[in-house]
């Protein structure tokens, strides 16, 4: 078996895929569309658009039976993305690259594959539309064409989700939207000598609101959140669904003090709205605060010290629930 190389732009593909949006998690009825189409135009038993991550293939859509993530080593999709065109492999078991891979000598038993690189605007070749069989195939010219009409369907796609902003549940900023609003409030904070600090929370126990009454419920915990979030704190905050049930805050011109009083203060309109028990579910979150340090330039490090701080609350109230 041969493990896909890394590209030697990985650093910069990485940072555009993380900057995309395409990570979070949720539904994604516009890529499950086309893994529908693609599994019935050809006749497979698959079809998945794929994401490919630093060590992890993520399937962002499929169409038939398949795992959320793969060990990248491992992937088709891995070798697709160093393609400039399709990779088509009609018998796995006749290419070197893939006969003794697990996932064709084992389980599931892959002998035909058909992948199409995915690339944002920039170039960038973040994953794959691909097609599986558990036998082989020949795939012609025709369907050559085919898959790259569909393929450019899927770009589209990650260039629509890339553009957006806001997150389509809370109306809230989502991840892309922080990335690009973080570095301008950065430069503005510094050259007003002004304290930026990030507030983090999670919520806790969100999984068992949708275990127990169905992600509708889940979706409307969330809403309520964004909702409490936007009435405690000021129009000059920057306020951010990370994806799930991550929120972030950028207190702006607000020390790490100021940043803690805020915070308590949605604790309180938080306990407020649970006392009027419109839900079979109350709200209950974990949050930590971090001020930036003008001196450096290490935003992630800024957004892993908040997250841990937030983690260290969830730990000893909940044991890390």
């Excluded at 973080?182 to 510094?190: E, I, K, W």
């Excluded at 991550?246 to 306990?271: H, P, R, S």
């Amino acid at each position: 078996m041969r493990s896909p190389e890394i590209p030697a732009n990985e650093k910069e593909r990485l940072e555009a895929l993380h900057q995309t949006g395409l990570l979070e998690p949720g539904a994604s009825p516009a890529f499950d569309r086309l893994t529908r189409l693609a599994r019935r135009v050809f006749q497979v038993p698959l079809a998945m658009i794929n994401l490919l991550d630093e060590h992890t293939l993520i399937v962002k859509s499929a169409d038939g039976s398949a795992p959320e993530t793969v060990p990248r080593n491992i992937s088709f999709c891995g070798h697709t993305i160093l393609c400039e065109a399709p990779l088509v492999v009609e018998d796995m078991l006749r290419d070197d690259r893939f006969a003794d891979n697990p996932l064709v000598a084992g389980e599931p038993g892959v002998r035909f594959y058909a992948g199409f690189p995915l690339r944002l605007r920039d170039g960038a070749s973040v994953g794959s539309l691909c097609l599986i069989d558990f036998r082989p195939r020949t795939f012609s010219a025709d369907d050559l064409a085919v898959l790259s009409d569909l393929g450019a369907l899927a770009e589209n796609e990650f260039a629509a989700v890339s553009a957006a902003t806001t997150d389509d549940l809370t109306g809230l900023f989502n991840r892309r939207g922080f990335n690009l609003f973080v570095q301008f409030t950065l430069s503005s904070a510094r050259r007003r000598a002004e304290p930026l600090t990030l507030g983090w929370l999670d919520l806790d126990h969100f999984k068992s609101i949708n275990d127990l009454y169905g992600h509708e419920e889940g979706d409307r915990a969330l809403k309520v959140m964004a909702s409490l979030m936007r009435a405690s704190f000021r129009e000059a905050d920057l306020l951010v669904r990370f994806g799930g049930d991550a929120f972030a805050i950028l207190f702006a011109d607000t020390d790490e003090k100021g940043a803690w009083i805020a915070m308590q203060y949605l604790v309180e309109q938080v306990e407020a709205y649970n006392a009027r028990r419109l839900h079979p579910w109350t709200l209950a979150f974990s949050w930590g605060v971090s001020e930036f340090d003008h001196q450096g330039d290490d935003v992630q490090q800024w957004l892993k010290c908040a997250d841990e701080n937030m983690y260290a609350m969830k730990q000893q109230r909940h044991g890390a629930a």
